[in-house]
């Protein structure tokens, strides 16, 4: 009873990797071809519908998204009666392959979002690189989280501190 | 998040050994790991979590557009 709860996350096989004090990785392979996954990730009504799980009860007020170099993309959250926003630029676009952008909410620095694509036999591996400013701003920085979740967290470790 | 889902997270970072939590009434209280590995674990896990879930949710998205994409007839331009 007690590893079947922990061990059910891992079955997607998601795994986060902190690479150094400024570094951290996710990959995750997906049942799909690059051109689709890339699509997912570039089409505001397709990316809106994944970024944000049901199961955070949450629903963006608006995504979004201009997807070529020195295009904008601005994503917008209801929190705690106002909004958050999540706003930067896309610095390299190239189709099914390689997304990277500028994450500029925060306010350590700026956070820089590596996305690489490899298809192989139909399948896509999916590395997403997050390279932040600052140590403290991995910690304790937004970016890429979920403001209820990660807001909430941040409290909830703040209080037991 | 609801409160439903914040204790499952604390029941996930309660198996993983990250916090420990004790019941007085009807209030549970937790204490984290002392060591600043424990406590960057902890972080790791919910990142985890977090895109997991997202990535659960894209499976779906990319089902159906791959559903789509046979039914026009497969035309690829790859």
């Known amino acids: 009873m007690e590893t079947s709860a922990s061990s059910e996350p891992a079955a997607n096989g998601t795994q986060v990797v902190r690479k150094s004090d400024v570094e951290v990785e996710v990959t995750r392979t997906f049942d799909a071809p690059a051109h689709l996954v890339f699509e997912a990730w570039t089409t505001a009504e397709l990316f809106k519908r994944w970024w944000v799980p049901k199961s955070f009860g949450l629903n963006l007020l608006s995504c979004e998204m201009d997807v070529q170099v020195g295009g904008q993309y601005r994503l917008v959250f209801p929190h705690e009666g106002s909004t958050m926003e999540f706003f930067g630029t896309y610095l390299e676009v190239v189709p099914n392959t390689r997304l990277v952008w500028t994450n500029d909410e925060g306010e350590a620095g700026v956070t820089i979002t590596t996305v690489t694509f490899e298809e192989t036999e139909g399948k896509t591996q999916v590395v997403m690189h997050d390279l932040y400013p600052t140590k403290e701003a991995v910690n304790f920085g937004s970016t890429n989280a979920m403001p209820e979740t990660f807001s909430q967290l941040d409290e909830l470790l703040d209080s037991l501190r | ?78």
């Open chain 2, 1 to 78: 998040m609801t409160l439903t889902g914040m204790g499952k997270h604390i029941r996930v970072l309660e198996q993983a050994g990250l916090v420990i939590t004790e019941k007085i009434g009807r209030v549970r209280t937790c204490k984290l790991g002392q060591r600043k590995l424990e406590e960057e674990a902890a972080w790791i896990e919910a990142y985890r979590q977090l895109w997991a879930a997202r990535y659960d949710e894209l499976d779906n998205v990319l089902e159906e557009l791959k559903q789509k994409e046979y039914a026009n007839g497969n035309v690829s331009e790859q």
